[in-house]
Antibody, heavy 122, light 105 residues
Framework: QVQLVQSGAEVKQPGASVKVFCRAS????????IHWVRQVPGQGLEWMGR????????SSPQKFQGRVAMTRDTSISTAYMELSGLGFDDTAVYFC???????????????WGQGTVVTVSS | SYELTQPPSVSVSPGQTVSITCSGD??????VYWYQQKPGQSPVLVIY???KRPSGIPDRFSGSNSGNTATLTIRGTQTMDEADYYC?????????FGGGTKLTV
């Protein structure tokens, strides 16, 4: 079955960077965009951007531009999201999610990874 | 920036029908997607392209979208449906999520 498995919890100091991985299985990794979404404790969902695994092309909202880097390694069907310049308000659960339509940059997300807890603490 | 507005909370008695709304300017002109999230779990897609149900989602879940409002309806609500529900749409090549609705059964 289609599955996304993410890396484990991280604790980082303010100003540091964090890199989360998302390993895909059960489908052709290059055919579907991977999206990244975060959820601050007790709050809603926030889209951080997407990567086209086939080309490596990325897109993210202005809020995260310059601070988020999304990459992939097609040889191991894994996407990565690195967030730099961490602040206390970056404490959140970070999810990856597979796009619902092959080769489409839009649409729905299904399934989602299990989430990676990132805690920013001094 | 584009905004999607959901009621913060909705309550329903078991077996009854409940509707959760999602409002946005001319929302009916784009597709809306709905996710269910239970505490400590990842979101799960329950409706895509306004009205379609993924395999494995019970047929008591249905969706509609017209004008400025999309609606997720759950008929014969069960206690297992208690969760947060989020609507999602695209605007200017950017994902927008509603603020979420906590459904209490």
């Amino acid at each position: 079955q289609v599955q996304l498995v993410q890396s484990g919890a991280e604790v980082k100091q303010p100003g540091a960077s964090v890199k989360v991985f998302c390993r895909a299985s059960g489908y052709t990794f290059s055919d579907y965009f991977i999206h990244w979404v975060r959820q601050v404790p007790g709050q809603g969902l926030e889209w951080m951007g997407r990567i086209n695994p086939k080309s490596g092309g990325t897109s993210s909202p202005q809020k995260f531009q310059g601070r988020v880097a999304m990459t992939r390694d097609t040889s191991i069907s894994t996407a990565y999201m690195e967030l730099s310049g961490l602040g206390f308000d970056d404490t959140a659960v970070y999810f990856c999610a597979k796009a619902g339509i092959s080769s489409s940059s839009t649409g729905w997300f299904d399934p989602w990874g299990q989430g990676t807890v990132v805690t920013v603490s001094s | 920036s584009y905004e999607l507005t959901q009621p913060p909370s909705v309550s329903v008695s078991p077996g009854q029908t409940v509707s959760i709304t999602c409002s946005g300017d001319k929302l009916g002109e784009t597709y809306v997607y709905w996710y269910q999230q239970k505490p400590g779990q990842s979101p799960v897609l329950v409706i895509y392209q306004d009205t379609k149900r993924p395999s494995g989602i019970p047929d008591r879940f249905s969706g509609s979208n017209s004008g400025n409002t999309a609606t997720l309806t759950i008929r014969g609500t069960q206690t297992m449906d208690e969760a947060d529900y989020y609507c999602q749409a695209w605007d200017s090549n950017t994902v927008v999520f509603g603020g979420g609705t906590k459904l209490t059964v």
